[in-house]
């Protein structure tokens, strides 16, 4: 028999090579390579192609009752899932330290448990009176939760098999569980992939909707080896800024559902609560237009969230580098933005500092925004308000073209429903609502020539 190769594998990214160095090649981690349990070696002799079962097949019209979806009480929380806990489902939950990732899942677990539903909540990482403790600031302490501290995957699959089958079972955190069938300890990318497997297959064979709570890493990530987020059907990811209060779940992956679904939370005394108009928090509220100031329809999803973008110009009188600082917005998209309004509109940006800024704390990535950050870099320079109660939404091209963009009607009928009276985008766009006077714009010049007041 063949000598086994030695196989090291990294505790950062799961990336496997054959000898030990002190650095990942992937990732470029030091003294993360670790050794690992060698796999059975098979000789030639021996494959695969017998001694198995006969795999049974099933048709795509096959008579089957549909999966029932559970609803967890949090409408935004069954926003985000596509509507609701599919049973047999396993989850995955990211999130920065104290964003409120295990209060979301107890109170989640409360309000099941409260409409009769089992649930088990398995903590890892605190002793029960620690969560209890939690339980009650919320007024959640009269649940019938089944609460429990292990971080023994044997011990907790064998408690689960020796009682009813929950329908909602929590795990915080997975990177705390421990197998005893895996060498390593707990945190590693073959306890974390083990422990995980073990758990999905009992969720997949009793039909019960697991949640897993992952750690991240210091670039937002979620730690342990890539593959747990393909072994699970949703990966969702808690986004906030702890100094805010609002807080954003993000779905980035659903089985079950459309991708890139969001639901709101506000950080209250009490827990969190549900915020039922999102727009709200991210827009100012004020009667009067200032100058450097665009309101944005964004599309998270399929809901529309109005946020306003910010801008301020700064004249410089030496010859120092202009900065140009960014906050919830592509730094490049920017630089880009200013190119084409010097090039193709004939502004001067070079002897200015630019700064802007997305209200609220909110994280733009729609290629829509660049009319909304154009209006408000114009607006700013010529030290112009923009039409009060206006929106802004469209892309711009290197041309200085404005391209059109997807859900256009959407964003009109969200704005329409707010109070918005006027809205700019691009010409081919359709507007969804009778109330609101819509003024399409096909190069960004017009945009310019319409704030500086040339027409």
Not at 153 to 173: E, Q
Not at 281 to 295: C, I, M, N, Q, T
Request: hydrophobic share 40%; with cysteine.
């Amino acid at each position: 028999m063949a000598k086994p190769k030695k196989r090291y594998v990294c505790q950062a990214c799961g990336s496997v090579t054959h000898r030990w160095q002190g650095q990942c090649p992937e990732c470029g981690e030091w003294n993360t390579l670790a050794e690992d349990a060698p796999a059975t070696v098979f000789s030639q002799k021996h494959h695969l192609s017998s001694g198995g079962r006969a795999v049974e097949f099933v048709a795509l019209d096959a008579p089957a009752e549909p999966l029932a979806r559970r609803a967890t009480g949090l409408a935004e929380f069954d926003r985000a899932l596509g509507g609701g806990l599919v049973p047999g489902s396993a989850i995955l939950m990211g999130g920065d330290p104290g964003i409120g990732k295990s209060t979301l899942l107890l109170q989640a677990a409360a309000k099941i448990a409260k409409d009769g539903g089992q649930c088990v909540y398995i903590s890892g990482e605190e002793a029960t009176a620690q969560v209890r403790m939690r339980a009650e600031r919320l007024g959640l302490a009269d649940a019938p939760i089944r609460l429990a501290a292990a971080t023994s995957v044997r011990d907790i699959l064998t408690t689960l098999g020796g009682m009813d089958t929950p329908a909602f079972l929590v795990i915080d955190s997975i990177q705390t569980m421990h197998s005893d069938t895996i060498e390593g300890a707990p945190g590693t990318v073959s306890q974390v992939r083990g422990c995980a497997f073990e758990l999905i297959r009992y969720a997949k064979e009793n039909g019960v909707a697991l949640v897993l709570v992952g750690h991240v890493t210091k670039d937002g990530s979620i730690a342990g080896p890539r593959v747990l987020e393909h072994m699970v059907d949703v990966v969702m990811s808690f986004e906030g800024e702890r100094s805010h209060q609002y807080r954003i779940l993000r779905s980035l992956k659903n089985r079950f559902g459309p991708v890139d679904e969001i639901g709101v939370f506000a950080m209250e005394g009490k827990g969190l609560e549900e915020v039922a108009n999102p727009s709200m928090l991210f827009l100012s509220g004020r009667e009067e237009p200032l100058a450097g100031s665009a309101v944005f329809p964004a599309l998270e999803g399929t809901r529309p969230v109005l946020v306003e973008v910010q801008a301020l110009i700064v004249r410089l009188q030496s010859g120092a580098t202009p900065r140009r600082a960014v906050v919830g917005w592509d730094n490049g998209r920017l630089a880009m933005l200013l190119a084409v309004l010097e090039s193709r509109c004939g502004l001067n940006f070079s002897s200015a500092e630019v700064y802007l800024n997305v209200a609220g704390g909110y994280r733009l990535s729609d290629p829509a925004a660049d009319l909304a950050v154009a209006a408000a870099l114009v607006s700013a320079l010529a030290d112009k308000p923009l039409p009060g109660k206006s929106v802004w939404f469209g892309e711009v091209s290197l041309a200085g073209e404005i391209r059109p963009v997807a859900h256009s009607n959407l964003r009109l009928r969200e704005s329409a429903k707010l109070g918005f009276d006027c809205g700019f985008g691009p010409s081919e766009a359709d507007n969804g609502s009778p109330g609101l006077n819509y003024r399409g714009l096909t190069q960004l010049a017009n945009l310019v020539d319409r704030v500086m007041g040339s027409q």
